[in-house]
């Protein structure tokens, strides 16, 4: 069975900094394609950044600012944030698909505030 778990949100203020870390278990962590997703109250999950092997991507909102990287060795993946904004604010999720279907994270929260 696959589990992700989400951790490493918490209150920043603007210009801060954090990095959320995915721990993953029951796939070949490897292989996988893992995605980073946000949802701010009130609108839909948005798409942040992805990681495949060693192929990044991100959404044009958080480019020079966020980082994901991932450490197989430890089934992590990571998502360092700098420059936070207070449009930041959201809960975290992980994902990652597999032959069984698409697995999420319970999600950690985020906030940018001062």
């Known amino acids: 069975q696959v589990q992700l778990v989400e951790s490493g949100g918490g209150l920043v203020q603007p210009g801060g900094s954090l990095r959320l870390s995915c721990a993953a278990s029951?796939?070949?962590?490897?292989?996988?394609?893992m995605g980073w997703y946000r949802q701010a109250p009130g609108k839909q999950r948005e798409w942040v950044a992805r990681?495949?092997?060693?192929?990044?991507g991100y959404t044009d909102s958080v480019k020079g600012r966020f980082t994901i990287s991932r450490d197989n060795a430890k089934n992590t993946v990571y998502l360092q944030m700098n420059s936070l904004k207070p449009e930041d604010t959201a809960v975290y999720y992980c994902?990652?698909?597999?032959?069984?279907?698409?697995?999420w994270g319970p999600g950690t929260q985020v906030t940018v505030s001062s």
């Open positions: 990681i495949s092997g060693g192929s990044t």
């Open positions: 994902h990652t698909n597999s032959p069984s279907g698409g697995y």
């Open positions: 029951g796939m070949l962590f490897s292989i996988a394609t």
